[in-house]
């Protein structure tokens, strides 16, 4: 049966508690597995981005003056309903996406619900502080106390690689802490996160608490970042928009917290349990066919275990199945576009010019339509290589090797980024000695940050190009509140 566009959906801007047509048109969101259009996305003008701004702004005094007990139990009400709406929102998910139901669609929805329930739950303690005077002191100071204060309307701009992940973990604490929000997500997949307009009304969230705004026009997140009606700025995405948002809201103090690329490090050390190992950085394909920032895309090898640790990887690689969104045999789908899977492509053709060897992978699976890129290997690579140096977005692991774990150490650090590093060890005391020596905002050892390890409060954000700031627990609280001290005296 052909597609015509009478058989698709139109999506709005959700604005002030209502869905609204946008000023700019629509234009087709594409499946990346199929290459067929999944929806008609609003594309917005600036004076929509003001029209959410300044929704947001009215309805910010009254969300503030909300006892923290009944936002708490609007955020645990909108969690309930991105559970329910499971069925509905995962399709949606992985059709704009081109990932599994199952496994990375299906999986924001669930990491968006929890994020929400772990921020109500952070919502229900007091976060404040509490200071007694210095000793001696005969004054008539009791006490001090802090409290903290939301900085407003916070604007939240995501990846595409997460949508509602990236929207939860920010918008959370944002909202729990009586801030209102406006949400720009990527424009390669923003009708889930459109979506969420509804599910926030069916929650009993108040109209302009959470505005959505989308367009593929640049200048929309800059109308919207540079918006003198915003207080504060998250933002998921590259480090050279990121930076661009930094100067900006220098310009006028407004905080930020800047979630970046990464360039993980795998140290696969001489003690290493290869099947931990394998597991660990077969991810790089599998996880959303390595469109994640935390991909452990260099693995730092030592050298008497490369051999047998390429042999394991290979074979990995060459028993991944390779599939559309709707295929629950598939384990590894496309990447977003065709324009990036050509990026994918040359950083593989790079590798092999600069010298490196394709041990497995490196060209294009035989699969159409989709915009599929093979799980590829590439071993003999050296620190200054454009595989090694730069981000990849995409299921490639370039492969170093080292004799001793300073040199491992300083082949890690050896990067503009610093956000995800892993190492793989049976000795966890030396393990635990080298991660403290890794610069970066997060260092798993023998396991995947991803993995489901129940350490909800962690913070997560990067050093270097990898970011500002942390999401996590109430680290994220603190980055869209401003603390207020008070001093009590008789």
């Known amino acids: 049966m052909t597609q015509t566009l009478a058989d698709v959906r139109t999506f709005e801007l959700f604005i002030g508690g209502t869905y609204r047509p ?34 947001a702004r009215a309805a910010q005094p009254g969300w503030a003056a909300l006892p923290q007990s009944e936002r708490v139990r609007l955020l645990e009400a909108l969690a309930s309903r991105l559970e329910e709406e499971r069925g509905t929102l995962a399709p949606l998910l992985a059709a704009e996406m081109g990932a599994a139901v199952k ?14 329930r772990v921020t109500a739950k952070l919502g229900q303690q007091e976060l404040g502080e509490t200071y007694s005077p210095r000793p001696g002191i005969k004054d008539r100071t009791l006490f001090g106390v802090t409290k903290l204060k939301p900085v407003g309307v916070v604007a939240i701009i995501t990846a595409y690689n997460a949508p509602y992940v990236n929207f939860s973990s920010m918008a959370g604490p944002a909202l729990v802490s009586g801030n209102t929000v406006v949400v720009k997500p990527a424009p390669q997949d923003p009708l889930g996160v459109l979506e969420l307009g509804r599910i926030a009304v069916e929650a009993g969230i108040p109209a302009g608490v959470i505005n959505v705004i989308n367009g593929r026009d640049p200048g929309i997140g800059r ?36 979630e970046l690329g990464g360039k993980g490090a795998c140290l696969v050390l001489d003690d290493a349990d290869l099947d931990r190992a394998v597991e660990v950085l077969s991810l790089t394909w599998t996880f959303n066919s390595g469109q994640i920032c935390g991909a452990p895309s260099r693995a730092i090898v030592h050298s008497s275990l490369k051999e047998a640790l390429v042999a394991r990887l290979t074979k990995v690689a060459e028993s991944l199945k390779i599939g559309p969104s709707d295929d629950p045999q598939a384990v590894m789908g496309p990447v977003i576009s065709a324009q990036h ?52 977005f995409g299921p490639v692991i370039g492969l170093m090797t080292f004799e001793t774990d300073d040199e491992a150490v300083a082949l890690a650090n050896d990067s503009d980024y610093g956000l995800v590093n892993y190492v793989v060890s049976r000795n966890l005391a030396r393990a635990s000695a080298i991660a403290e020596r890794l610069v970066s905002g997060l260092v798993n050892i023998n396991g995947w940050q991803g993995g489901g390890n129940g350490i909800d409060e962690m913070p997560f954000g990067g050093r270097k190009l990898s970011g500002f700031g942390r999401k996590g627990g109430r680290h994220a609280i603190e980055a869209f509140t401003e603390p207020m001290g008070i001093t009590v005296n008789s």
Do not use: H, Q, W
């Open 22 to 55: 946008a000023s700019g048109g629509t234009y087709e969101v594409i499946n990346p597995s199929t290459e067929e259009v999944v929806g008609l996305a609003p594309e917005a003008t600036p004076d929509d981005v003001r029209s959410a701004v300044d929704a």
């Open 103 to 116: 496994g990375t669609a299906g999986m924001n929805v669930d990491m968006a619900a929890k994020a929400f």
């Open 223 to 258: 109308e919207l970042v540079g918006n003198p009606g915003v207080d504060g700025v998250g933002f998921t995405g590259s480090p050279a928009v990121g930076v661009e948002i930094a100067r900006t809201c220098a310009k006028s103090l407004k905080p930020v917290l800047l």
């Open 341 to 392: 899977r050509d990026r994918v492509e040359g950083f593989i053709a790079s590798a092999v010019e600069e010298g490196a060897t394709v041990a497995t992978g490196g060209k294009r699976p035989d699969i159409e339509p989709g915009f599929y890129a093979a799980p590829t290997l590439i071993t003999d690579c050296t620190p200054d290589m454009k595989v090694i140096r730069e981000e990849v």
